[in-house]
């Protein structure tokens, strides 16, 4: 079987993302960093319940840069897994099919999951006062 004259399917390099694509793996994404940020949760609290010094090497790790990145990124995956599954709640409805509102929907997903994390860590440095700095 000669296979060199096939035609080959469109490329990444050829292929223009849109913004429906890009939702939908970033959904993906969203879901596998919930899940990976679940074992960082899971050492925080086995380190509580195992004792002081565990629990101070697990604070001082999320208290780092990367602890905190590590943090940001945790809390901006629940928020836009979060908001877009409410958008596929409402799919699951049969509303919002509409080219128009499939876009607009999916830049409300990004502007929400943007503006509650940013919210959610104003109110944590408010409440803890920069605890950590």
């Given at each position: 079987?000669?296979?060199?004259n ?9 292929y ?6 890009v ?70 409805s ?21 503006v509650?994390?940013v ?11 920069g605890?950590?700095?």
């Amino acid at each position: 079987m000669a296979t060199d004259n096939r035609p080959l399917s469109p490329h990444l390099q050829v292929y223009r993302p849109q913004l429906t694509s890009v939702l939908s793996i970033l959904h993906r994404i969203t879901g596998i960093a919930l899940a990976a940020g679940s074992l960082l949760l899971v050492w925080w609290l086995i380190a509580a319940a195992t004792g002081p010094t565990a629990f101070d090497t697990v604070q001082s790790f999320i208290g780092s840069v990367i602890g905190r990145i590590l943090l940001l990124g945790w809390s901006f995956a629940l928020f836009y897994h979060l908001c877009n599954g409410i958008r596929h709640l409402v799919w699951d409805s049969g509303k919002g099919f509409e080219l128009n509102t499939v876009y607009a929907s999916g830049w409300l997903v990004v502007v929400a999951a943007t503006v509650l994390t940013v919210i959610s860590w104003i109110a944590a440095y408010v409440v803890l006062g920069g605890a950590g700095s």
